[in-house]
């Protein structure tokens, strides 16, 4: 994890909707864990605390004529791209409104051009089929594909990252690069660099080490520009896992969590606006406290 | 008309008519047409939508189903079947699954062919007939070419479904003639997507077979009647799975033939069907005739004693009949 | 002791005693010791030797023929058995063609782990029972884990087979303990490698079920010879192919139960061999009891509709006994 | 393909032995090709035409205790290890003496510490277990996988490679860089490189696109040594497929075929020591006609 705490330095949080959406991605998180903690969710989760940032700044960056495929850690992207805090709850909880009938779950879920699976690496190939679609019927529209920096373990991803330059498909490959994969550090599961993964099938490759969604579009914006062109691109973010893998199953030493709790955007725009951050946190927690105790009554879907 | 070229022809009227239709697959394009040439001329008629590939089975399994998502329909080419194992995951796990595990049914629509079978000394892992490891895969339909259906209301079907479907093609079935059987046998379709070859009188018995082992099943059935005056009727369904077949009224015996190495065979599952649906009308249970539970060797001799061939059949019919 | 403990210790113990055992799998070492906890402590002994691998089913099922064609033993932890379908080519077209496609036999000695089934909500990719579609590959054999079978017994006779197994391992069983079945049913073992769970009294018919589905198929037992007097036998086979089983002497019924969703299910092929040998002696077909034809979904209600319970045991039976 | 006519210009071909291997492995292939076109063999066969020097060189740096993983144009491979046609001829021809009884035929051949198989990219992972293998138990011995350059679409060369760096593995892959697979030409079938592939995951590359034995083993010695320290090496042999695919199924127009022929070692060879290569390449043609003759007239296997 190469997050500084000088990237506190200078802190502006962003503007009201994005720190919003930052915002209740965090409290719907929260609320989940909570929930399994109280034994009324089953099943398995993957929250993005820490990580909330990356899908909501790649929000800024898409359209909606755009496909995203998202992986198992996937709530904060399906949140950001359709802010359907509801659907998604029932969803985990298999209750009524489920936007996948209760059938997918917090891992598998489909709607309009949002999809995610919960197989590391299928998805890239996929997205290269789509992307293959929308170059021929919806030139300009791209396929955006996150994914984990321990998913690089997969042939797959490779096999698909040959195609999508050799065909030039607007293919968006978002790694969320958080060192850490389930419990296995990226030192013990990757040789090399996502950079030179990337340079490998001759595609492009930004690193972004910021965790400011306006910094991040700035950097971005040209090269996702340019993926509409036909130039796949892998746009790495180094960005924090502040919680377990799943439930409970966090095997790092406290001091690592404390240093990465340290750059934390909550806590940073928390203390940097304390006014503004209080009324739309409270608000955040507000909107999702109501959805969860509104979902929670529901009969099954 | 051979086969490989109704296949063909097949193809080139799919491609013309579904403008949405992609076919994808190791050397498909021209002047290669493919490693068995069944999509000879697709690529120069249709250069955006044929695409020859890198060899990634994976890979392009899944791009077939990326197009699938977005409303097309794709076609891949695996070489060999024997290399669809490398898209196990993208059929299995992705393809079949997004048909309905999304909570509302998605349109699916993609084929993944895949050229089995042996005979041709290609060796261990270029002559496996794997269909009976993708059945029962949820929203996944298998078919096997024959050569007694016109393969572009095969493929015309299998687009229909909505649903991922792998059509295996037997290398062997290529270079034999559409619709031919030998006389005194009549062929005529027993029910939709089921041919049927008999004779007027009553059968002994009802063989089930593949296309692949059409002919094979054929021959037996003509020695059969000519040494041993034993009477069969064969039965060739184009989809393997889900199978819908209907027994002739008054069947008592039943035996099922394939290519398939033994063990877990897809006549396992027929015959399942079968004993649970006419169990008091069969005379014993339904015989199952295969190659032998082994690798499929080079050598022509040490191949040939591994697969089923007319005599195998011949002589179980023969004896599971007469004792 | 329960099951994961049991599997845990007989790990500690191969390790012990095979100085050339590697085990490989993602996220299996120390402190986190497997997604399942199956190999906790292990790398701690054995550092060398047992190895968290990155996400790569394909290429460690790779590197466990590597070594086991160098001559080590091998085993490869598949986090879901879900994913072992990324393993199938290298399952099916190398490790178990090695055995024999070189003309001599060579030893391979590797164990491919599955933890495998539903009931824990984890969705369609990650709850399957994918048993069926490793059924008849030349050279693989194929184990459960089952209650009543010591696993270092079992570990032992896979790698005495010399052959690539997998082992599938119900994730549901881990946390159940050894060798309990509920008076008055008694635990014996019928033949090597297969348990029985029975009454004194002559058995009305024969169940026949994996260690997986074990404890819900005894629930039916007890509860069919409370509400409907009808007195089942269980048999459990710890090796699911290829398959030996005996039937005991006078079985006029059998029902096999299994977790797998509808179609091609390993039921099928035990029904196929028991219909051969026992044609004349059944009342009727053997009857398969496994769970719906369907993805299995994440919600509760809608999971548990899907798969195969106690109830649908109790159901079938009855109705197939009493009509 | 980046073979230049100059490599004609100061011609030196090898000494004896290395020549005569050549003339062996050339006159074999060039037998299989007339005993297909004459109908006494039957499947299918891939030859080496051209490709001969690959393994010629290799095999002055592998040593007896090392790996071997062969391919689908396996036989140039196996000659040079075993030195055995008639073996060799015998399996591919199902004949008493088979080195694997027949079973395995031309692309499935096994014999001590050589191994080869017919599925694209399998090998690689293997090797690799082969390798944690030796690193254990013979510390210095190292094994060495032929692949082509199509085989670089298959992802489990990419999980092998990563394995490979990460565990430190003595694992030499060579790639016989022919420039086609099949029918398809590199450009349709890899974007980038193989420097690059090989770079994504910090493995040592070394480029050859000599065709001279000794200059080869000269320019490989250090990185081989290197290997069996633990330093994986992606050895690129830039290489001429003289022949078609497999039997008559070369689509590529005469123009590039002659110009591949320009290179051959073969007529620079012969023109460059006539005398010492006519006596050598009858020696070589007179043994593979008394093998072919003795092995036609066996029974099978
Ligand atoms: C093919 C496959 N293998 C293993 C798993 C189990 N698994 C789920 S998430 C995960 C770790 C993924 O790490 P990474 O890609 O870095 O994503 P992160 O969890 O860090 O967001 C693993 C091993 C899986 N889902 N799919
Ligand atoms: C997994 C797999 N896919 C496809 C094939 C069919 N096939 C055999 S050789 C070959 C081309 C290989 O090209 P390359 O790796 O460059 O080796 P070359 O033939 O040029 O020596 C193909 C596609 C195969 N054997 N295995
Ligand atoms: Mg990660
Ligand atoms: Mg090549």
């Known amino acids: ?88 709850l029932a969803e985990i909880m298999g209750r009524r409104g489920a936007v996948c009938a209760g059938v997918g779950g917090s891992q598998h879920i489909r709607r309009e051009r949002y999809l995610s699976t919960g197989v590391q690496g299928e998805s890239l190939p996929v997205a290269c089929g789509v992307a293959l679609h929308l170059r021929r019927t919806e030139p300009g529209a791209l396929a955006c594909v996150y994914i984990g920096d321990g998913t690089f373990g997969e042939g797959g991803v490779y096999e698909a990252l040959n195609l999508a330059a050799l065909w030039r498909l607007p293919l968006l490959v978002v790694v969320e690069n958080n060192g850490i994969a389930q419990s296995t550090p990226i030192a013990r599961s990757m040789a090399g660099s996502i950079a030179g993964r990337a340079a490998a099938f001759g595609v492009e490759h ?89 979902v929670v009554a529901r009969e099954p879907s | 008309m051979r086969v490989v070229e109704n296949l063909n022809a097949a193809l080139h009227e799919l491609m013309e008519r579904d403008p949405e239709l992609y076919l994808l697959g190791e050397d498909v394009v021209d002047p290669y047409g493919g490693a068995f040439k069944v999509t000879k001329g697709l690529s120069t008629r249709f250069p955006d939508r044929v695409l020859s590939t890198p060899i990634s089975e994976n890979a392009i399994t899944g791009v077939a189903a990326g197009l699938a998502l977005a409303g097309n329909s794709a076609i891949v080419e695996i070489m060999f079947g024997d290399f669809v194992t490398l898209a196990f995951d993208q059929l ?160 008592r015996r039943v035996f099922v033939v394939e290519e398939s190495t033994g063990g877990g065979t897809w006549g396992a599952e027929v015959a399942h069907q079968i004993h649970r649906a006419h169990w008091d009308a069969l005379d014993g249970p339904v015989t199952l005739v295969h190659s032998a539970d082994s690798v499929i060797p080079t050598a022509p001799h040490l191949e040939s004693a591994v697969l089923v061939d007319a005599s195998t059949i011949h002589r179980v019919i023969r004896e599971t009949l007469r004792g």
């Open chain 1, 1 to 88: 994890m190469m997050v500084t705490t000088e990237a506190a330095a200078a802190v502006r949080p962003p503007g009201d909707e994005d720190l919003s959406l930052l915002l209740t991605i965090r409290a719907f998180e929260e609320k989940l864990l909570d929930l399994f903690g109280r034994g009324m969710l089953n099943g398995t989760t993957h929250t993005c605390l820490g990580q909330e940032y990356v899908p909501v700044a790649m929000e800024g960056l898409l359209e909606a004529r755009d496909h995203v495929f998202s992986n198992h850690r996937g709530h904060g992207h399906y949140l950001a791209r359709h802010r359907d805090p509801e659907g998604l």
């Open chain 1, 206 to 294: 930004r690193r972004i080490e910021s965790m400011e969604v306006d910094e991040i579009r700035a950097q971005l914006a040209d090269a996702v520009r340019a993926v509409r062109e036909g130039a796949p691109l892998v746009a790495e973010f180094v960005t924090p896992r502040l919680g377990p893998h799943s439930k409970g199953d966090d095997t790092r030493p406290a001091e690592e969590i404390a240093r990465l709790r340290a750059v934390d955007w909550y806590a940073r725009y928390a203390e940097a606006e304390p006014e503004r951050f209080q009324r739309l946190d409270r608000e955040a927690r507000a909107a999702v406290d109501a959805v969860a105790e509104d």
């Open chain 2, 92 to 251: 299995v796990n992705f393809a079949a699954k997004s048909v309905s595990m999304y909570g509302a049914p998605v349109p699916m629509r993609m084929v993944v062919r895949c050229p089995v079978g042996g005979g041709r000394g290609y060796g261990p892992t270029h002559s496996q007939s794997l269909q009976k490891h993708f059945i029962g895969v949820p929203g996944l339909a298998l078919y096997e070419v024959s050569p007694f259906r016109d393969n572009a209301a095969v493929l015309a079907e299998m687009f229909a479904r909505q649903e991922p479907c792998v059509l295996f093609e037997d290398k062997v079935l290529y270079t034999r003639p559409m619709n031919e059987v030998a006389a005194p046998f009549r062929l005529d379709e027993q029910s939709p997507g089921v041919a049927r070859v008999s004779l007027d009188e009553r059968p002994d018995c009802v063989v089930i077979a593949p296309g692949g082992v059409a002919h094979r099943a054929m021959a037996a059935m003509s020695s059969l009647l000519l040494e041993e005056e034993i009477v069969c009727t064969l039965l060739v369904p184009s989809r393997l799975y889900p199978l819908g077949l209907e027994l002739p009224p008054g069947t």
